[in-house]
Every structure is written in C-alpha cells, then in structure tokens.
T-cell receptor, first 110, second 113 residues
Framework: SQQGEEDPQALSIQEGENATMNCSYK?????LQWYRQNSGRGLVHLIL?????REKHSGRLRVTLDTSKKSSSLLITASRAADTASYFC??????????FGQGTELSVKP | NAGVTQTPKFQVLKTGQSMTLQCAQD?????MSWYRQDPGMGLRLIHY???????DQGEVPNGYNVSRSTTEDFPLRLLSAAPSQTSVYFC????????????FGSGTQLSVL
C-alpha cells in the first residue's frame, strides 16, 4: 500500500488565499518531499524536508514535518491562478524507494 | 540539456503484445525509477535502479521487467501486455542514491486493448 495519504483530495480557493495540504505516512522516513504536477506533465520537485527538521521555507512555500504524528503539511501563501496543479508528497523509506501519495488537486480561481 | 527523455509519448497495444518503454537521462544520475500513474491512485513505483547493473522491485513490479546496462538508460519492458497495464508511465532520475530530488520525464500514455 502507498506510504503517503494526502488530504484533502481536492481544494478550491480564490487567488490571494492560502492553500494548505496535508500528508500522513506510515513508517520511519529519511526525508519527505513535495512535488507539483501540471495537467498532462511530469512532476516537478518543490521542496524537501529531512526527518530531523521541523519546518522549511522556499519562497511562498512552507513545509512542516511532525515525525511523532507521521505527518507533514504544505502551505502555499498568496496563491495565484498559476498554482493550479496537483501536489504530491513522497517519502523516502531509507530502503531505496521513494513512495508517493495520491495527491491533492488544487484549483486557484482568479 | 535534455534531462529525462521518454519515448514513445503515446502507445496503443493489443492484449498479449510486448513492448519496451524507453527512458534516457543525460545528467549522469545514479538513481533511476519507473512509476505508473492511474486516476485516484497517485504514482506507484514499479522498479528502480541505484546504478548500472543494479535493479530492484518497487510496489507494483508484476508484469514488468527492467535492466540497467548503462548509467544513461533504463528501459521498462512489458512482456505480455494486459488491459490492467493501461496507464501513464513516468521515468524519473536522481543525482545520488539518496533520491533527494527526482527529475521526471514527460510520460508515456499506454493503452492496452
């Protein structure tokens, strides 16, 4: 079964609002990564957070990691229409596999 | 700089036919992997490789074979295609064995009739 479970499955917001997506996982991880996929395209790496980190920022992205709850969240601040995409978390299980969640479909309306 | 190149972009097969999906990267990446993406299922790992001559199974390896004879290439073989293998297939690579940032190809859309 998949390591990461994402919530919500779909999210619709207005431009300028913040978007928060959550990811839960099951086993011990080395790191957790977030990727973005525009419709019909390959995935693009956004940000990585290691198991010994609690928070990381990159531009309008903020990622948190709570290893005690086995969960992570991705916050996109001041969303733009161009942020419309699917977002996936992926967990590295130390054993050679990078396992993806089912994704959150974000729609940002102008 | 081409990155990760997948061919073909689209393919239609009949049940029982065989084919090879090609994946090549020009970044000298050690780690390469194949995923399939189905609606509502996210991406599922099929096979991966941490270097030339080394391959291992992912989450859903049945029905697929891989080999890694060079650093650049990681082909995925379907020996006897089944309708359940209808999916979008993505190849991805990473600069080290720790898989800290995957670079993805643009995908192959496969239909098995």
């Amino acid at each position: 079964s998949q390591q990461g479970e994402e919530d919500p499955q779909a999210l619709s917001i207005q431009e300028g609002e913040n978007a928060t997506m959550n990811c839960s996982y099951k086993t011990s991880i080395n790191n957790l990564q977030w990727y973005r996929q525009n419709s019909g395209r390959g995935l693009v790496h956004l940000i990585l957070i290691r198991s010994n980190e609690r928070e990381k920022h990159s531009g309008r992205l903020r990622v948190t990691l709570d290893t005690s709850k086995k969960s992570s969240s991705l916050l996109i601040t001041a969303s733009r229409a161009a942020d419309t995409a699917s977002y996936f978390c992926a967990t590295d299980d130390w054993g050679g596999k990078l396992i993806f969640g089912q994704g959150t479909e974000l729609s940002v309306k102008p | 700089n081409a990155g990760v190149t997948q061919t073909p972009k689209f393919q239609v097969l009949k049940t029982g036919q065989s084919m090879t999906l090609q994946c090549a990267q020009d970044m000298n990446h050690e780690y390469m992997s194949w995923y399939r993406q189905d609606p509502g299922m996210g991406l599922r790992l099929i096979h991966y490789s941490v270097g030339a001559g080394i391959t291992d199974q992912g989450e859903v390896p049945n029905g697929y074979n891989v080999s890694r004879s060079t650093t650049e290439d990681f082909p995925l073989r379907l020996l006897s295609a089944a309708p359940s293998q209808t999916s979008v297939y993505f190849c991805a690579s990473s600069s080290n064995r720790v898989r800290e940032k995957l670079f993805f190809g643009s995908g192959t859309q496969l239909s098995v009739l």
